[in-house]
């Protein structure tokens, strides 16, 4: 059974650009939550989609943004690109979501790198 | 607002060392705990989940207790190995506000040949 893919996996763009990162979850799964880890803060929750509907929203700016398609694989997309978002995005797929006790399972990452 | 904290920050251990890592958590109503181990550079694999109403769970050498009324978790490394140098996390589930996981800080161990 195939695990969760992420895309790209690694990337570098210029301050001001747009980026789309990519999510397919494992098979059957209908959550995707996306969280962003960098060495200073840790991994902070970005979004939480199941069953095409965001259910849950961290404290990032609008600049973040993403959704969740019919076959449950999800897209987030971050524009005016700041070298502050410079971090491993990581996507998590669960088979139902977090507020019914959905474990977590979690794909390799893409690394973003602002410059 | 749910915190969690783990300490230690790091830890060193000669190998064949069983070890506990521990994970605190502020408030007692939560949905599950579970514990993932990451490589450099890699994403988090699942170690162990805990569901509310349980004490504890078991994956071979692996044991990851939980008191919620204590707010924490601790998990057991038995006859600890080089391969098991990573850092290893500790989430949370709330049950008050919105739903999500609280990650912590990690632990980074590292197991010495």
């Known amino acids: 059974k195939a695990g969760v893919t992420q895309t790209p996996r690694y990337l570098i763009k210029t301050r001001g650009q747009q980026v789309t990162l990519s999510c397919s979850p494992i098979?059957?799964?209908?959550?995707v939550s996306w969280y962003q880890q960098t060495p200073g803060q840790g991994l902070q929750f970005l979004f939480e989609y199941f069953s095409e509907t965001q259910r849950n929203k961290g404290n990032f700016p609008g600049r973040f943004s993403g959704r969740q398609f019919s076959n449950s694989r999800s897209e987030i997309n971050v524009s005016t690109l700041e070298l502050g978002d410079s971090a491993l995005y990581l996507c998590?797929?669960?088979?139902?979501?977090?507020?019914?006790?959905?474990?977590?399972?979690f794909g390799e990452g893409s690394r973003l790198t602002v410059l | 607002k749910q915190e969690v904290t783990q300490i230690p920050a790091a830890l060193s251990v000669p190998e064949g060392e069983n070890l506990v890592l521990n994970c605190s958590f502020t408030d007692s109503a939560i949905y599950n705990l579970q514990w993932f181990r990451q490589d450099p550079g890699k994403g988090l694999t699942s170690l162990l989940l805990i569901q509310s109403s349980q004490r504890e769970q078991t994956s071979g050498r692996l044991n990851a207790s939980l008191d919620k009324s204590s707010g924490r978790s601790t998990l057991y490394i038995a006859a600890s190995q080089p391969g098991d140098s990573a850092t290893y996390l500790c989430?949370?589930?709330?049950?008050?506000?919105?739903?999500?996981?609280?990650f912590g800080t990690g632990t980074r161990l590292k197991v010495l040949a």
């Open positions: 989430a949370v589930s709330t049950t008050s506000g919105t739903y999500k996981y609280i």
């Open positions: 098979s059957g799964h209908r959550s």
């Open positions: 998590a797929s669960s088979h139902t979501w977090t507020g019914n006790t959905g474990e977590l399972f």
